[in-house]
């Protein structure tokens, strides 16, 4: 396996939190695992991803799901709430990045509430023409580096075209509430009145730049919060509920178990080098995912 993951160029670090280019390395090329699922976590943010080799992204809707649906090679995947199911089967080359909340305006033209919980092809919101355009160009470059200095530059080409159209970036309330809400114990009324909005706009503010309310923002941060801990296998899960900001033990397993599709104790056992991408036990428990599929 080959892979470069970093922090955008600078210009871009206002709209893109993280960049990556991920190759399977010659152990991996054309194996297949047939029937290879992953739990795919989620982080409280936006992906956008090429896929440059390989099938198309294909999800499945629940664990009895046996065809599933694919979705492109070019894909939007909006915040969410809970983890999605994903075909694993082969290992394909891919770039891409984590989007900053607010960026979806001005990287996709379309608000995150409208991307959110889902997985949306790009050409829907590039363009068919502009798509395949760019993963041609990806195509071609073989180096991962150059691969994703020219990704880079197709975001900051996007971005230049907001500039010009005076695209506003993230509303100043709802960037003043995203780091109290990653916090322990985060007071969402008093967010609300230090924002100056009635609550039902403040929520309608959140939710159409972050694509989630508030509360579930706050949910998915400290589940953030766990998983980070839980990166010591030695750490006890009773010692992690608290210091994540969870009630007990109990509260902290049926939360983990809601946002991953599985316990925590099973989590911890599939051995992970990611810890956002699990595969899927034989007995996963369902999860909804709404896709919205090419026209």
Not at 99 to 120: F, N, V, W, Y
Not at 257 to 279: C, D, F, I, K
Request: hydrophobic letters at 45%; one cysteine or more; charged letters at 20%.
């Amino acid at each position: 396996m080959r892979q470069l993951t970093r922090a955008p160029v600078p210009h871009l670090r206002p709209f893109v939190r993280q960049v990556w280019a991920w190759a399977p390395g010659a152990e991996g090329t054309g194996v297949e695992r047939p029937g290879a699922r992953e739990h795919v976590l989620p982080t409280g943010g936006m992906h956008l991803v090429f896929r440059l080799s390989g099938p198309p992204l294909r999800l499945f809707d629940h664990a009895a799901d046996i065809e599933g649906h694919t979705c492109g090679h070019a894909i939007v995947g909006g915040a969410r709430s809970s983890f999605y199911l994903r075909d694993v089967s082969v290992a394909t080359r891919s770039v891409g990045a984590q989007l900053q909340p607010g960026a979806a305006r001005a990287l996709l033209g379309a608000p995150e509430d409208a991307l959110s919980g889902q997985h949306t092809p790009l050409d829907a919101l590039w363009g068919v023409h502009e798509v395949a355009d760019a993963l041609e160009r990806l195509h071609a470059e073989a180096d991962l580096a150059r691969q994703l200095a020219l990704f880079e530059a197709m975001l900051s080409a996007r971005v230049a075209l907001a500039l010009r159209a005076s695209l506003r970036g993230l509303h100043p309330a709802i960037a003043a509430a995203l780091g109290p809400l990653a916090g322990e114990n985060p007071a969402i009324g008093a967010l609300v009145a230090d924002s100056g909005y009635s609550h039902r706009r403040f929520i309608a503010l959140f939710r159409g730049a972050i694509g989630l309310t508030p509360k579930e923002y706050a949910r998915v941060m400290r589940f953030d919060r766990a998983l980070a801990l839980a990166a010591d296998p030695a750490r006890p899960w009773a010692e992690i509920a608290v210091e994540a900001g969870y009630a007990d033990q109990a509260h902290l397993s049926r939360e983990f178990s809601a946002l991953a599709g599985m316990a925590p104790q099973a989590w911890r056992r599939t051995g992970a080098t990611s810890p956002r991408h699990v595969a899927a036990p034989a007995n996963a428990a369902t999860g909804q995912i709404r896709s919205r599929r090419p026209r």
